[in-house]
């Protein structure tokens, strides 16, 4: 039984560049969730995919976020030109849909840019 | 605008006592809170939820108590152990009119249980 994986653990980048992450899933599950976390702060929402439809994003996620989900199972978050403030830990979570919205997380991309 | 509150930045207790951790919220439409724990460079694990229509869950140690009208829930931990010692996120969905179904997070208590 696999969990949410998420690639890489850790990303160090310079302000300006972009970067990308992968999140794979729970195999059986159709909805897709990222988070992004600061700290002192609890996980924020920021987008949703129901198979490979994006049906919702956060406020939060600027015109230089970008996440895809092609096939309805892996996902990619991409940030284009990094900003010092995007540094997080940018968390990733799939759902079976249950009624109560329980979601399994995976262990997160730790970003810092310099 | 925080809709899930935890008040508390952290909390201590002794191993074998009761942690009470608390969480307030605003959003009426909320159907279902959670607990969730998470450990350092971890991502958050599920602990236990309750239904908008109870106002008790049980699981073991943890247990869950729902306050509607005063919009408060929290978690008891008895006896708590320090294997407990972690972040505590209290969460809400609100699964109304084909709602997203996304989770709304408090900002987290750090428990530290002493043996």
């Known amino acids: 039984d696999t969990g949410v994986s998420q690639d890489p653990r850790h990303k160090i980048t310079k302000r300006g560049q972009n970067v990308t992450f992968r999140c794979d899933p729970i195999?059986?599950?159709?909805?897709l969730y990222w988070y992004r976390q600061t700290l002192g702060q609890g996980p924020e929402f920021l987008t949703y995919?129901?198979?490979?439809?994006?049906?919702?994003k956060s406020r939060l996620l600027s015109d230089r976020f970008s996440a895809e989900r092609p096939k309805g199972s892996f996902s990619t978050l991409e940030i284009q030109r990094t900003e010092q403030g995007d540094s997080a830990m940018y968390l990733c979570a799939s759902s079976a849909g249950t009624h109560e919205g329980k979601l399994f997380f995976g262990s997160g991309t730790q970003l810092s840019v310099l | 605008d925080q809709q899930v509150k935890q008040n508390s930045p952290s909390l201590s207790v002794q191993e074998g006592r009761i942690s009470i951790l608390n969480c307030d919220y605003t959003n009426s439409m909320f159907d279902y809170f959670l607990w969730y724990k998470k450990y350092p460079a971890e991502g958050p694990t599920f602990l236990i939820s309750?239904?908008?229509?109870?106002d008790k869950n049980e699981d073991g140690r943890f247990t869950v108590f729902l306050n509607k009208s005063a919009k408060h829930l929290s978690l008891h931990i008895v006896p708590s152990q320090p294997g407990d010692s972690a972040v505590y996120f209290c969460a809400a969905s609100a699964n109304y009119g084909g709602a997203t179904n996304k989770l709304i997070f408090g900002t987290g208590t750090l428990l530290a249980v002493q043996p």
């Open positions: 309750i239904s908008s229509i109870k």
């Open positions: 195999s059986e599950h159709n909805r």
């Open positions: 995919f129901q198979n490979e439809a994006q049906l919702e």
